[in-house]
């Protein structure tokens, strides 16, 4: 599984590069507009998004066809694509926020406490939207794949407006700031839930698609 | 003792199927595979290694299972489609990290030895490398895990006679091993002439014949001649006829006409038109 995960970071490594400037890009905004959590946000995202790309690249060479005539199981082939999404939207954000708390040892616009729940929070909406991409990604390709994508991430945003008016019209309302701390910080955890459950529907997809 | 056996296998698809496909290929001899394109030699290829799901049908590598037993068959095989299905960002040294750690007999100073006498520069990007150099690499992957059975499809198609030449070396110089088997998939017909121990013709989705090579080019023969002077031929002798601008053509067995008749050795190409464009009377 090592052998593939790192396959995956060969094949994305141009990709991290862009990435790595563009935040960098994000670090200097940070610095002088003060967007520290921003920063860690975008590189989460970023993280979870090289593993799509890593699926577009494996279909552009039909890497597949070769990948299952290795002495390795369909199963273990979909565990390393999982491996992958976690370790580059945790380490995407071990990574960056020492940085981030550095720059706010100066700025000291934010408390750790925030930075850590946001972290929390954007790590679970990257997870959720891995557990609902990758099999998708297997069972459409890429190319409709990606419009799905589209719309997981968009349509949630897009009906937030609406939920927020709906919730005060029928007085529906959020709990307490302590209690959403907590939930954010929980949140990772719980979205392991949906990850491990997408990971069981991506290995019966993969298990029976042909190449 | 048989590297591949199959028997009765099937696998439809909604414009194409295999049908019946049943042959063995020895240890120790090299099959050449061959059919027109679309006559069904990827998808058999693809079914023995469980890349297509087949229908129905038994497939056994080596005695086992091909699914059953799939990840311990996988370390004996080595594949060379007719292209290399690596990211294009690649490189030679980075395919060669990755793989040692997915083969136990992964040989590193084997892989930078071939890539040496195939002057391929390691540090080099897939997409850099021509479609030769690709080829080269590739068989050069197939090879560094020390396999018992290759399995290539189309691995000369679109190469230069010189690069097939040298590639076609490579795969003599690996039959030097009594234990290793070749199943060598192409529609380069004087390829497999050169290399091949047994030939299986496979013709829309169904075997045709699947024959020792010399057995074959010595049972069969061409008559060329007249309409009329075909009538000379007896019935049971021919076994396709073809007509052309310049007469008629006859694929013959040879056990069945006198020696007076002019024939001629057929090639497996000419063996091939026969089978696919010829009537049968």
């Known amino acids: ?183 954010a910080y929980g949140a990772p955890f719980f979205m392991l839930i949906p990850l491990a459950l997408s990971y069981l529907v991506s290995a019966k997809i993969y298990s029976s698609k042909e190449f | 003792m048989t590297a591949i056996s199959i028997r009765n296998l099937h696998k439809s698809f909604p414009a194409f199927a295999l049908r019946n496909i049943s042959f063995d290929v020895q240890k120790g001899t090299v099959m050449g595979f061959v059919g027109e394109n679309g006559a069904g030699k990827s998808t058999t290829i693809k079914c023995i290694l469980n890349v297509l799901k087949k229908d129905r049908g038994l497939i056994e590598i080596f005695g086992h299972d091909h699914v059953e037993e799939e990840v311990k068959i996988k370390e004996d095989i080595g594949v060379v489609y007719d292209d290399l299905p690596f990211p294009e960002m690649l490189t030679g040294k980075e395919i060669e990290k990755f793989m040692h750690k997915l083969y136990k007999k992964w040989d590193s100073p084997l892989f930078y030895q071939l890539l040496n006498q195939f002057k391929i520069d390691p540090s080099k990007k897939v997409k850099e490398l021509s479609r030769g150099m690709k080829m080269k690499l590739s068989i050069s992957i197939a090879f560094a ?77 061409i008559w060329k001649g007249s309409p009329d002077e075909m009538k000379d031929l007896p019935e049971e002798a021919i076994v396709r006829v073809r007509k052309g601008v310049f007469g008629t053509e006859a694929l013959v067995r040879k056990k069945y006409i006198s020696r007076i008749f002019p024939i001629k050795r057929p090639t497996i190409e000419e063996l091939m038109v026969f089978f696919t464009k010829g009537e049968i009377r």
């Open chain 1, 1 to 183: 599984m090592i052998a593939l995960i790192l396959k995956d970071l060969y094949a994305i490594k141009g990709q991290m590069k862009s990435a790595v400037y563009l935040l960098l890009f994000f670090m200097l905004l940070a610095f002088f507009f003060d967007m520290g959590p921003v920063v860690v946000m975008c590189a989460v995202l970023f993280g979870a998004l090289q593993v799509i790309t890593s699926f577009t690249f494996d279909e552009m060479s039909k890497w597949d066809k070769y990948g299952l005539t290795l002495p390795v199981s369909r199963r273990k082939i979909i565990a390393s694509k999982y491996a992958l999404s976690l370790l580059l939207t945790m380490g995407s954000a071990l990574i960056l926020t020492p940085l981030v708390l550095l720059f706010n040892l100066y700025f000291k616009s934010f408390s750790a406490n925030e930075l850590f729940s946001m972290l929390c929070v954007i790590s679970a909406a990257a997870f959720l939207m891995l557990s609902v991409s990758i099999p998708v990604l297997l069972k459409f390709g890429t190319q409709k794949g990606r419009l799905f994508l589209f719309a997981v991430v968009f349509i949630p945003v897009f009906f937030s407006g609406f939920i927020s008016e709906y919730m005060e019209r029928f007085s529906i309302y959020l709990p307490s700031l302590q209690t959403i701390k907590l939930l």
């Open chain 2, 145 to 221: 895990h020390h396999p018992k059975l290759l399995i290539l499809d189309e691995p000369t198609s679109g190469l230069d006679p010189i690069v097939r030449d040298e590639i076609l070396d490579l795969f003599l110089t690996f039959m030097q091993d009594d234990n290793h088997t070749i199943l060598f998939s192409s529609h380069i017909t004087s390829d497999l002439e050169k290399i091949a121990d047994t030939i299986t013709f496979i013709h829309e989705g169904e075997i045709v014949f699947s024959e020792n090579k010399d057995v074959l080019l010595y049972d069969y023969a």
